[in-house]
């Protein structure tokens, strides 16, 4: 019965999500540089945001039905110095927010991290979605939309404990002539997904900026947006990390133009461009708070090391499947905006990535602004 409630909620959960990028792909141990990485980074695009688009049947049943999960590090067993023995689920999206964890994931595998960890890495946010109705994920990475949209339609179930990544999107052209937001006036700009983050993004900005007469072009994920920008069919384009590193590697014509957390940060100061975040089961962190304080802390120290350890990170980013070359690694990595940000400074740029998301469409966090007790504020 319990069982069947879960699958119930967890489909009542997707109306009205869909998330950005399809599967993956594997590419094959000799392929090129440039092949290899395409689905690792096609996969990170599911990253940056749930649309506010219509969900089917068929989206649905790809939640209850899926099974398909990448393995990961786990750690089996008693830890170094745990406080609390109970094992944490940890799930994570392939992509900036799982290349922030390499680090505990190693230690992890390696029984030298302080907290009980198993972790696995999914490619769509629906799965995530799945375990954590089910209770056998108790803390995930998931898009910060994501987390709204959870929370208001498992009415609390869910709390944010931390952003996880700030902004990863980037205009990608081979114009030179582009240097500034106002550049695009009266240019074609391809994005993937309609009504998801990097949608939103872009209006916003534009708006901002008082900028008029840009083309926007939607297709269904960002391999099809690279293709048709190299194909000569837009002038430029909008990609999510790694994923825009990718496209600079695979067409030497093309760069990166703009970074679009910076021309965030330029018009929103109360708020940044916020990508990723981690939520925890509000039940699991009631019941087990020192587990919860353990992996904040674990989680903040492996963030610090993805930013500081770049040759490091990125041999453990390919250990883990989440990118196929290292070259490719070390060049994503300081553009992923990997960070770790808590408390009141998470609540602060969080709510108001929110309100300006809910002022463009409320059905971006759900319908409503989520309330305080969203916030994981553990002292």
């Not at 959870?150 to 952003?163: E, L, P």
């Not at 990608?172 to 009504?195: F, Y």
């Not at 030497?252 to 703009?258: D, E, G, M, N």
């Not at 070359?325 to 990595?333: G, R």
């Amino acid at each position: 019965m319990k069982k069947k409630i879960a699958m119930l909620l967890c489909a009542a959960l997707l109306t009205g999500v869909v998330a950005g990028c399809g599967a993956s792909t594997k590419g094959e141990s000799g392929a090129s540089t440039s092949s290899a990485v395409a689905s690792s980074a096609q996969e990170s695009g599911s990253e940056v945001g749930f649309s506010a688009g219509e969900s089917g049947s068929d989206v649905a049943a790809t939640a209850l039905e899926s099974t398909s999960s990448t393995s990961a590090a786990s750690g089996d067993g008693t830890q170094a110095e745990a406080k609390d023995d109970t094992v944490v689920h940890v799930a994570s999206l392939k992509g900036p927010t799982t290349m922030g964890l390499v680090s505990l994931m190693e230690k992890s595998a390696k029984k030298e991290a302080k907290g009980n960890y198993e972790f696995r890495m999914e490619t769509m946010p629906d799965a995530l979605m799945k375990g954590i109705v089910s209770k056998e994920i108790d803390i995930a990475l998931i898009p910060a939309n994501a987390a709204a949209v959870w929370y208001n339609k498992t009415k609390g179930a869910v709390q944010v404990i931390d952003i996880n990544t700030l902004g990863v999107l980037y205009v990608v052209s081979a114009d030179d002539q582009i240097k500034t937001l106002s550049d695009l006036k009266g240019k074609s700009v391809v994005l993937p997904n309609k009504g998801a983050t990097p949608d939103y993004a872009m209006q916003y900005l534009l708006k901002e900026n008082k900028v008029s007469d840009v083309s926007l072009n939607y297709v269904s994920e960002a391999t099809e947006a690279l293709t048709d920008l190299s194909a000569g069919k837009y002038d430029a384009a909008v990609l999510p990390q790694p994923f825009a590193t990718v496209a600079t590697i695979k067409n030497q014509k093309l760069k990166t133009v703009l970074n679009l957390q910076e021309e965030w940060d330029k018009v929103a100061k109360d708020s940044k461009l916020v990508t990723g975040v981690t939520v925890v089961r509000t039940e699991f962190a009631k019941e087990h708070p020192e587990a919860v304080k353990t992996f904040m802390e674990e989680h903040k120290a492996s963030a610090a090391f993805a930013n500081e350890n770049t040759d490091e990170a990125a041999a453990l980013v390919v250990k883990q499947g989440i990118i196929e070359k290292e070259p490719i690694a070390k060049q994503a990595l300081p553009k992923c905006n990997i960070t770790y940000i808590d408390g009141k400074e998470m609540e602060s740029l969080l709510s108001g990535y929110l309100k300006t998301l809910f002022d463009l469409n409320p059905k971006m966090v759900g319908g409503t602004m989520p309330d305080e007790s969203f916030y994981y504020l553990a002292k």
